[in-house]
Nanobody, 123 residues
Framework: QVHLVESGGGSVQAGGSLRLSCTAS????????MAWFRQAPGKEREGVAA???????NYAASLSDRFTISRDDAKNTVYLQMNNLKPDDAAMYYC?????????????????WGQGTQVTVSS
């Protein structure tokens, strides 16, 4: 079973950037499809991006021009680079993992979740 811990959240002004990290323990990240999700107060959880490997990624269409998912399996870490942040991007961001069976897309079911890291964007 994999354990996930997110970091890198914080407060930023609109137009700024943040890089979130998710470090896995208990198993090798290479065995998993990894993804980022977010949830703002009063809103449903939303898939942001998923990554099977460096070549196989999947994004929410509205975010693909500003957000980039990447992973370093040697460090057991997946990242989310967020650029040109907007107030609507403010949310709790969660890292998630699922075994590499089936499609690695944000609409898939994910088995393991981190506790989340908060992102605040001021206008």
């Amino acid at each position: 079973q994999v354990h996930l811990v997110e970091s890198g959240g914080g407060s930023v002004q609109a137009g700024g950037s943040l890089r979130l990290s998710c470090t896995a323990s208990g198993d090798s990240l290479s065995r998993y499809c990894m993804a980022w999700f977010r949830q703002a107060p009063g809103k449903e959880r939303e898939g942001v991006a998923a990554s099977l490997n460096t070549r196989n990624t999947n994004y929410a269409a509205s975010l693909s021009d500003r957000f980039t998912i990447s992973r370093d399996d040697a460090k057991n870490t997946v990242y989310l680079q967020m650029n040109n942040l907007k107030p609507d991007d403010a949310a709790m961001y969660y890292c998630a993992a699922r075994p590499t069976v089936g499609h690695c897309i944000i609409s898939a079911d994910f088995n393991y979740w981190g506790q989340g890291t908060q992102v605040t964007v001021s206008s």
